[in-house]
């Protein structure tokens, strides 16, 4: 990345992050949905979760920025640390756990009234990010540049978020979560409610993205986690048991020589 005099800061942090999980257990009253999961997101790769409905991949990944203890029954047992540091500590705010780590959703959650600009800005208030107004013009240039948006919308800020397409409203989410500077984003199904030509943009995206921020997407599409992820783990929860990772690396080793047949059997797309 090059680095210029500019007056913004970059609208992502620089230095990249690792996100570690240990042990991770999950619970929703007593209903145990993941046994002792442990796994590690490397700095500046794209992870994959792949593996079969119900096996607790979005749970997993709701738990990596502390989004699982908003349900009420919820609770967890384990460590998720960025960069050595764990996100459930105490005296850690919560809000910078959720900044820090950034989620795009299954279905694009622009605010539909708000503009496109503002959109983009939304989360700056949140989390107590004060900018002049030449900084949030930048701010939301640069993010929607690398949201893969700017070209496309750069002439209609002002317009409503909820009049662009549904693509073109999950870069938009992208770009909101880009703007308060995380280091790792979670994107749980990003691409499903999309056709194929923006899930083609949204994976470009995503392949620059990483070179800025750390990337976990859970998929459902084994053409998808091959096209963008480094790194792989296979989820599953056989006969009602808690999910556990079956097998994780490599996501070319993964795919081409897997050591469990279990994998074998669920990349080659013979069950779940
Ligand atoms: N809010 C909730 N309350 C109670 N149980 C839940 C809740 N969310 C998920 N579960 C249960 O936790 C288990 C894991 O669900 P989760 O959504 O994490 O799986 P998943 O692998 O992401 O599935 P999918 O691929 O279908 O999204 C399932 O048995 C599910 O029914």
Same mark, same amino acid.
């Given at each position: 990345?090059? *680095?210029? #005099? ?9 230095? %990249? ?23 590690? =997101?490397?700095?500046? @790769? ?7 409905? &119900?096996?607790? !991949? ?5 738990? *990596? ?27 850690? !705010? ?11 959703? +299954? !279905? ?13 800005? #939304?989360? *700056? ?31 209609? %800020?002002? #317009?409503?978020?909820?009049? *662009?397409? &549904?693509? +073109? ?5 992208? #770009? ?29 995206? =995503? ?22 992820? @480094? ?22 080793? =993964? ?18």
């Amino acid at each position: 990345m090059t *680095l210029t #005099a500019d007056r913004t800061e970059p609208a992502v942090t620089p230095s %990249l992050a690792e996100l570690d999980a240990h042990d991770i257990s999950a619970w929703f009253g007593d209903h145990k949905v993941l046994d002792r999961v442990s796994l590690t =997101m490397p700095a500046g @790769q794209v992870s994959a979760l792949i593996g079969p409905s &119900g096996c607790g !991949k979005s749970t997993f990944l709701r738990i *990596l920025n502390r989004m699982h203890e908003l349900v009420p029954s919820a609770s967890l047992a384990g460590e998720v640390q960025l960069d050595g540091v764990d996100i459930y500590d105490p005296s850690r !705010k919560l809000i910078d756990a959720r900044r820090q780590i950034g989620m795009v959703f +299954q !279905k694009p959650n622009p605010f539909p009234a708000m503009s496109i600009y503002e959109n983009v800005i #939304a989360g *700056l208030k949140l989390t107590g990010m004060r900018k002049s107004r030449d900084e949030k013009d930048a701010l939301v240039e640069e993010c929607l540049t690398k949201g893969g948006l700017w070209k496309e919308v750069k002439d209609r %800020l002002r #317009a409503p978020g909820g009049g *662009l397409s &549904g693509g +073109q409203q999950q870069r938009l989410c992208i #770009a909101r979560s880009l703007a308060v500077k995380p280091r790792v984003l979670l994107m749980d199904e990003p691409c499903s409610a999309l056709d194929p030509t923006s899930t083609r943009v949204i994976e470009e995206t =995503m392949l620059e993205l990483v070179n800025d921020v750390t990337i976990v997407i859970v998929t459902h599409n084994m053409q998808q986690a091959q096209r963008v992820s @480094q790194k792989c783990a296979f989820f599953l929860a056989s006969h009602g048991t808690p999910g556990v990772i079956v097998e994780h690396g490599d996501t070319e080793a =993964m795919f081409g020589d897997p050591q469990d047949p279990r994998t074998f059997d669920y990349v080659n797309g013979r069950f779940g």
